[in-house]
């Protein structure tokens, strides 16, 4: 079945960075929609690089804008998140998703989780 596993994530300190993998099997980063989301304790579930609907280009919200970037490597079925001058309201678990309709709101397929923690 179709599965994405995350990986990266850990403890670290204010300022500093991190890189989370998502390995896809089954599932085709290149010829699918791919992003990632995070959710911290007792909040809702937000986009933090999503492709933009429609056009090119990914989705960052203001929160992340310019420290966050995703990217992906083809050959190995792999969407990355490199995660710069972290800061403590940057902790939660993260999650990378993927749809093979890049126009719907709805992702299919999302992987267990990967938990950040930054520390002040």
């Known amino acids: 079945q179709v599965q994405l596993v995350e990986s990266g994530g850990g403890s670290v300190q204010a300022g500093e960075s991190l890189r989370l993998s998502c390995a896809a099997s089954r599932v085709s980063v290149t010829n699918n929609c791919v992003g990632w989301f995070r959710q911290a304790p007792e909040k809702e579930r937000e986009a933090v690089a999503t492709?933009?609907?429609?056009?090119?280009?990914?989705y960052y919200p203001d929160s992340v804008k310019g420290r966050f970037t995703i990217s992906q490597d083809n050959a190995k079925n792999t969407i990355y998140l490199q995660m710069n001058s972290l800061k403590p309201e940057d902790t939660a678990m993260y999650y990378c998703?993927?749809?093979?309709?890049?126009?719907?709101?709805?992702?299919?397929?999302w992987g267990q989780g990967t938990q950040v923690t930054v520390s002040s």
């Open positions: 998703a993927a749809k093979s309709n890049c126009y719907s709101l709805s992702y299919t397929y």
């Open positions: 492709p933009v609907i429609g056009g090119g280009g990914f």
